[in-house]
């Protein structure tokens, strides 16, 4: 920091928090991740979160160019990109209209079938 | 449209610098020109980004103002908002209470009588809570009890390795013989145990005799002398039953008792009233005459509308005299003298550290009060009390009820307080002292907010100053 000089404790444990982790220095947030501290994929290239950001291997491509070890199912697209993503997906309005639409559908890779026809 | 504003926050000068104390993380950060004059635009409302930008780069043109904003959001001094109106007060999360907080200190009310009649003592006037001459708690703890207390605090202490056994009354010293041997049962349980006790124990000192004060030096403890001051302020509520005064009784034994005892400071603690507020008179003499090393400051525990409760014109009065004796420890310790005003410096270890507290105290926490019978309660002050019991010294320590009180008292549940930038290290103020003021421990204390900010404020220019001139003092509190 150059315009704010840490004086107490607490503010240097701030600015310690605040500084930039060296390169190299910090995992990576992959996804998938289970939280157990042993990475899931090998250590590579930053990736971040979010299929818009940049094209990323695993979600829809595997690590050999194809779809038969995608890390998530394709299927899983639909909801990924309209819940967990800005990205609003071509999806009904399920907060006033259709808030059901997908209430038969359990599992995304096995039941997508059963996904509800919407007409507008 | 998104717009800048102010964080919350306090800023104030020291040693020809801005600093910025924030809230509630409680980190204090130095503050260069620019810095401070982004956070003056955004003093009284919201501006956009650019707009900010814009003004201030006429001021600093050669400075990427960007930068300086940055750190600035970075440390939520400033934050981002829509809303052009004043900045919204957030409301505070409560945190689920831990369960099991190993205690570090047990308070052993050892009698609750006393053979002074001090006229605004909370557990004898009409503000007391338990009744100690009718009530079902004995006069004096046994030495069993005592002993249990001492295996409550063993056991419940967890992985610290230091624990503490206050002493107290009543006056402390009418149980000697209980004192005299709990001191060496609690070194052989903390000893079989691998941790250290420490002790300390507050008396009125009328009844020190050479054979207390050498079992005190000897076993180390650290006592604190309730004592108003000179002969006329002493005397003024510090008086015997029959109404004779004490300050010739106690003159000459605590005289005594300092020339004998060093290992630990030997400190005086004041009780201010609207008959005793004189705090410079007080501590001269408390010091330079008598020789205390530390002397605190505390204003009597009281409803308002009692003789000897401070009102306005007397807190005014009080923090105009703290001012006096903070600067004068200000200069002391700039220049790495003593100074006794123990007041200042528990406040600045606070600050140093960055103490952001949920709680105002330990109470509850990892301190208890035990009473003499062998409840345990918040602390000594609740001590016997059936409202704030938290188990006793036979049956363990209640963790259910303690839960409760802590979910109970967080300062999530005390909304006055989620405006004010000194609640890090208020937290909302002493919980008997709000039970006496509006009849329960989870008011917050509304009465002395002004004297607390003033206080606070006082403490951080000592602080910000001590930074800039002598660092060194303050790393005796790392």
């Given at each position: 920091m ?12 701030v ?96 039941d ?9 | ?88 007060v ?19 009310n ?5 053979n ?25 703890m ?93 005397n ?21 008792l300092?020339?004998r ?60 005299q ?53 409840d ?18 036979s ?31 208020c937290?909302?103020?002493?919980y ?47």
């Open positions: 150059r315009h704010l000089r840490a004086i107490n404790q607490k503010a240097n444990r600015q310690q928090s605040l500084a930039p982790e060296p390169p190299g220095s910090a995992e990576d947030v992959v996804a998938l991740q289970d939280g157990s501290g042993t990475p899931q994929q090998p250590e590579g290239p930053h990736i971040p979160l979010g299929c818009s950001l940049v094209f990323q291997p695993g979600w829809e491509a595997d690590r050999n160019g194809g779809t038969a070890g995608l890390c998530q199912p394709v299927e899983r697209d639909l909801f990924d990109c309209h819940r967990g993503c800005f990205w609003p997906a071509h999806v009904p309005d399920q907060l006033n209209h259709s808030p059901d639409w997908t209430g038969k559908c359990a599992a995304a890779q096995k997508w079938r059963k996904i509800d026809l919407i007409f507008p | 449209m998104t717009y800048l504003s102010r964080g919350e926050y306090h800023t104030f000068a020291a040693a020809d610098r801005q600093f910025l104390y924030l809230v509630p993380s409680a980190a204090v950060f130095a503050l260069d020109e620019p810095a401070q004059a982004l956070l003056d635009a955004l003093a009284d409302r919201p501006l956009p980004r650019q707009e900010l930008l814009d003004t201030m780069s006429a001021r600093f043109p050669d400075l990427d103002l960007d930068q300086t904003l940055e750190e600035l959001e970075q440390v939520q001094a400033i934050r981002l908002t829509s809303n052009v109106g004043p900045a919204p957030i409301p505070l999360t409560p945190v689920p209470a831990v369960p099991s907080v190993p205690l570090t200190t047990a308070v052993l050892v009698t609750n009588q006393c002074l009649s001090c006229g605004y003592f909370y557990e004898y006037s009409e503000d007391k809570i338990v009744d100690t001459a009718t009530g079902a708690q004995p006069k004096f046994s030495e069993e009890t005592a002993c249990q207390g001492i295996d409550l605090l063993m056991n419940e202490s967890g992985d610290n390795r230091v624990v503490h056994v206050s002493f107290f009354g009543g006056e402390t010293l009418m149980n000697y013989p209980v004192l005299r041997r709990v001191v060496p049962y609690a070194r052989a349980q903390a000893s079989a145990r691998h941790k250290h006790v420490e002790f300390n124990l507050t008396t009125n000192a009328t009844l020190l005799t050479e054979d207390m004060i050498n079992f005190l030096a000897d076993e180390d403890i650290a006592v604190t002398v309730s004592m108003d001051g000179p002969r006329e302020l002493q003024r509520f510090r008086v015997f039953h029959d109404g004779s005064p004490s300050y010739d009784v106690v003159l000459p034994r605590v005289k005594a300092l020339a005892h060093h290992s630990r400071p030997i400190g005086a603690r004041v009780t201010l009233t609207s008959q005793v507020s004189d705090v410079v008179t007080i501590f001269r003499h408390l010091t330079d005459e008598i020789g205390f090393q530390e002397v605190g400051f505390a204003p009597v525990t009281t409803s308002p509308n009692r003789d000897h409760a401070l009102d306005g014109s007397g807190f005014d009065h009080m923090v105009g703290f001012k006096t004796l903070a600067n004068e420890f200000l200069e002391a310790a700039a220049t790495d003298r003593h100074h006794g005003f123990s007041n200042v410096s528990e406040t600045l270890e606070e600050i140093h550290k960055g103490a952001s507290k949920a709680y105002p105290c330990g109470a509850g926490l990892g301190l208890v009060g035990v009473a003499t019978g062998g345990v309660a918040l602390c000594h002050r609740f001590a016997g009390s059936d409202d704030h019991k938290l188990g006793s010294v049956e363990g320590l209640d963790r259910e009820a303690q839960t409760q009180f802590l979910e109970r008292h967080h300062l999530a549940n005390k909304p006055d307080c989620h405006s004010c930038w000194a609640r890090p290290l937290s909302g103020g002493c008997h002292e709000a039970h006496t003021r509006y009849g329960t421990s989870t008011h917050a204390n509304l009465h002395y907010c002004d004297w607390i900010r003033e206080w606070t404020d006082v403490c951080l220019r000592i602080y910000g100053e001590l930074a800039e001139r002598n660092p060194a003092f303050l790393s005796r509190f790392d």
